[in-house]
């Protein structure tokens, strides 16, 4: 059966209340009878450290049987608990008491003996040979194996008993001052149930898709703060809704351009112009580069899926990453030819090998060049510069495009930031780019930064570690 809220609000007010003296009666009794015991217990670990040292000075390695007994015989008067000392496998050697006399050659076996054996100290209360007790279960060992343990109880019955009788008496008084207090909260609790209606309509319509909902602030108690928080949380919805929509309508955009200009260059051919030889090769070479985009812009989207699913992992090989910086310029090459863009590379003779993850640097140097193209005028130059700075080696990719404005540097490595609204559409990308670079720059404990200037042009530099041994550290499951 379902208890009501105000139901629970008449129990909140009743305990702390008209029930303060009850529990605290009961708190004192539980904390009393935990001190005896844990006060019990650590007398009990005290002295079976100190018989357990005793034991190893005057017999050495573990005793037979008969010189346990005489041991325990000796310091029988001056204990007044049960020790037992048992063998490797639980077998009752010796006992101070001698009604445990028909028990010694036989096993005992309880969860408390075993862990000793094993080589942890055991304490606690729990059923002993005729009642509860108090007990503690050393671990005898020797060259760091254990070879037996020794057992110190003690009996505690007639105590539990009295602090039983006192914990009804308690309970009773208890269960009378509920009956007594239950009406005068019943009036609270309705006054506070009221305004929380108004929270659960505003839930359901939340669970709606409406994330217009809003519920009035009528209080400065708790209720009132709860109230405003749900305003602000309905809030943060309708804008993270908004951001969703325009990230959905930024990367639909994006991936409807390749198709548009494929799409326009088959229209073109079937018309006639695969007559011109010219025209063709344009038309064919223009789709192809649109195609490696639509591809670039795939994988980059398949890139923030799989870290959404998994943190990013490296496969590091050593290369050569001159070659590796070459044969990504030669990638660029023909689409910077076609838009008059000088494309060049200057880079420090020789570079030393490094250990990376080659498919993870390709595709953060496709990124920046792609940028770097995309954001340069006709006319303008991309450069690639690398070399070696303070045991790291320096990749830095520079453009004379449009630049990028000061107040938008900050957020230029942020997920989905795509720019200025007032920069071009054809020139707002998807925003996952710098995002997925930085990334796996960091992965590789490196570091990246941008410098930029309006009008100027733009300058990305990352840096890798000659020495990579900790990465393979860190990306071992």
Known sequence: MMISLRSKLVLSHIMPTLLLLPLLSLYLLYTLEDFYTSSLLDQLVQQSQLIRKDMESKLGPFPNAVAAQNFLNEIAPFTFSRVLILDHDATV???????????????L?????????????????????????????????????????????????????????????????????????VALA???????????RLLSEGVQRIATGDYLAHVPVRSR??????????????????????GRQRQLAAIVHELVRPLAGMHAAIETLRDGADTDREMREALLTGTAEELARFKRMLGTL???????????????????????????????????????????EN??????????????????LTNLLDNAVKFTPRGGSVSIQSGIAKRHIQVRVSDTGVGISPEELPYVFQQFYSGAETRPPEKRGMGLGLTICREIIEAHQGEIQVDSAI??????????PLNNRNIEDTNKP
Not at 186 to 196: F, V
Not at 221 to 242: H, K, P, Y
Not at 323 to 333: K, S, V
Request: with cysteine.
């Open 93 to 107: 050697l010796a006992s101070t008491r001698l009604e445990d006399a028909s028990r010694i050659g036989t096993k």
């Open 109 to 181: 076996e309880n969860p408390s003996i075993m862990q000793a054996l094993e080589g942890d100290m055991a304490t606690g209360v729990g059923p002993g040979y005729a009642t509860d007790v108090a007990y503690v279960v050393l671990p005898i060992q020797r060259d760091g194996v254990s070879i037996g343990a020794l057992r110190l109880s003690y009996e505690v019955t007639d105590v539990r008993t009295q602090f039983d009788q006192l914990r009804w008496l308690i309970m009773g008084g208890f269960t009378f001052t509920v009956l007594l207090s």
């Open 186 to 196: 019943l009036g609270l609790a309705t006054t506070i149930t009221r305004p929380l």
């Open 221 to 242: 108690d708790e209720v009132g703060f709860l109230a405003r928080g749900f305003n602000q949380m309905t809030e943060r919805l309708r804008e993270a809704e908004q």
């Open 302 to 344: 398949q890139s923030l899926h799989q870290r959404e699913l998994h943190p990013i992992r490296l496969v590091l090989t050593e290369i050569d990453l001159q070659r590796l910086i070459h044969a990504c310029a030669n990638n660029f090459e023909p689409i910077a030819a076609r838009q008059q863009i000088t494309l060049t």
């Open 347 to 364: 880079i420090q003779e020789p570079l030393p090998r490094v250990q990376v993850d080659e498919d993870r640097i390709i595709q953060v």
């Open 455 to 464: 009008g100027k042009g733009t300058t990305i530099t990352f840096t890798l």
